[in-house]
């Protein structure tokens, strides 16, 4: 099969087109220079031409915190870049997978959050990141909507590499302690996403490494994994200002892959291991 995959400089796109490799597909991956993907003439010219079966739409702005005062951009990427896609999805008959995020839900509670429970974003990136899932609904019935947090992979920048950048240069550091949830893989995320394309058990879906920390036990264990001693401090999101307001719960509850047949995701721990390994070469 042949797939468009967006975004293929960030982690996931990256990783989305090695896995569609590893299997034999093939995958055709742009970046803005090749479709910029808020020009709906480029996002016409390009898809009309390439011959695909499916999008793989990984492209997106994620500077969460920037997203605040870069508003009109934020959205224009992530919400009228995305109906742009699915537009052409619509005209040629072509499935998508948009990554969205757990930001589009209000991030109170304990409870995991369910695929279908209302969406209340806090920030300027989860509500651009809500208006695109409205955008594949709107135009798409053969469509896969898959929520992740915490991401990391090799392609990029991540909590884990600033923890790491943090350890050249002291031997202290102070991680926010409440906010909940659970790191994703991009590795691991992209074989789930192309088992998914491989199907049509189209939906919403929830999909991040298995178990839950705080940032402050993610950064715990990111020291103890990589055997470098520091000394790491809880601390409250209050004594931690960020421009953009961050959900306290991102739980999400992911039965819907089993009920669905697809595999979970491996714990995050594991996870974080083999991701070590290749970065630390």
Same mark, same amino acid.
């Given at each position: @099969? =042949?797939?468009? !995959?967006?975004?293929?400089?960030? *982690?996931?796109?990256?990783?989305?087109?090695?896995?569609?490799?590893?299997?034999?597909?093939?995958g055709v991956g742009v970046d803005v220079?090749?479709?910029?993907? #808020?020009?709906? *003439?480029?996002?016409? =010219? !390009?898809?009309s031409s390439v011959q695909v079966d499916g999008v793989i739409h990984c492209a997106a702005y994620t500077a969460v915190d920037a997203a605040e005062d870069n508003?009109?951009?934020? @959205?224009?990427?992530? &919400? $009228?870049?995305?109906?742009?896609?699915? %537009?052409m999805c619509k005209k040629l008959d072509l499935p998508v997978m948009y990554i969205s995020t757990d +930001?589009?839900?209000?991030?109170?509670?304990? =409870?995991?959050?369910?695929?279908?429970?209302?969406?209340?974003?806090?920030? !300027? +990136?989860? *509500?651009?990141?809500?208006?695109?899932?409205l955008a594949v609904q709107?135009?798409?019935?053969? +469509?896969?909507i898959v929520r992740i947090a915490w991401v990391f992979?090799?392609?990029g920048n991540n909590f884990i590499k600033a923890m790491l950048n943090k350890a050249k240069t002291t031997n202290r550091v102070s991680v926010v302690s409440d906010q909940t949830g659970s790191p994703t893989y991009t590795r691991d995320l992209a074989v789930l996403l192309v088992d998914m394309m491989e199907t049509d058990r189209y939906g919403v879906y929830h999909a991040t490494n298995e178990g839950i920390c705080n940032w402050y036990e993610f950064a715990k264990?990111?020291?103890?994994?990589?055997?470098? *001693? @520091?000394?790491?401090?809880?601390?409250?999101? $209050?004594?931690?200002?960020?421009? &953009? #307001? %961050?959900?306290?719960?991102? =739980? @999400?509850?992911?039965d819907k892959l089993e009920e669905k047949g697809f595999r979970r995701l491996?714990?995050?721990q594991d996870a974080l291991g083999r991701y070590l390994e290749i970065i630390r070469g």
């Open positions: @099969m =042949r797939f468009l !995959v967006t975004g293929v400089k960030g *982690q996931l796109g990256h990783d989305v087109m090695d896995e569609l490799a590893l299997r034999g597909h093939q220079e090749e479709m910029d993907i #808020t020009d709906a *003439q480029a996002v016409e =010219r !390009v898809m508003q009109d951009l934020c @959205m224009k990427i992530n &919400a $009228d870049g995305t109906e742009n896609i699915c %537009r +930001y589009v839900f209000d991030g109170e509670g304990e =409870r995991p959050w369910e695929p279908e429970d209302e969406k209340k974003p806090l920030n !300027v +990136y989860g *509500q651009s990141k809500y208006l695109g899932e709107k135009y798409l019935e053969k +469509y896969y992979g090799v392609n264990e990111i020291f103890a994994q990589a055997g470098i *001693q @520091m000394e790491v401090t809880p601390i409250s999101s $209050d004594q931690y200002p960020a421009k &953009a #307001t %961050r959900p306290h719960n991102s =739980r @999400m509850n992911k491996p714990p995050w």
